[in-house]
């Protein structure tokens, strides 16, 4: 009985490890959001996938984020396309 109670918390422990692991698309999504970043811009999360998703205050700044994005996609593997979301209660 205690051989089976140590073996399930080693494989649960096992399994919550492989979790918090990143994707290689998230690890690709993080490098190019420290590369395409613009002040005022904040990241609110990376899918799996690697999507991107990112709060922006201004159209420009917007566009300056989503033009890094897709020259990086050009240069190297791409991801799926990047949401750029308003704040709530925002312009």
Do not use: H
Not at 37 to 61: H, M, Y
Not at 77 to 91: A, T, Y
């Amino acid at each position: 009985m205690k051989a089976a109670v140590v073996g399930a918390c080693g494989i649960a422990l096992v399994l919550g490890a492989c979790a918090i692991a990143n994707t290689p698309q998230q690890d690709l999504a993080y490098a190019r959001w420290a590369k395409c970043n613009v002040p005022f811009a904040q990241l609110q999360r990376v899918d799996l996938d690697g999507r991107i998703t990112f709060q922006f205050t201004s159209a420009p700044e917007r566009q300056e984020i989503l033009q890094c994005f897709a020259e990086a996609g050009r240069t190297g593997p791409s991801l799926p396309e990047p949401v750029g979301i308003r704040p709530p209660g925002g312009p």
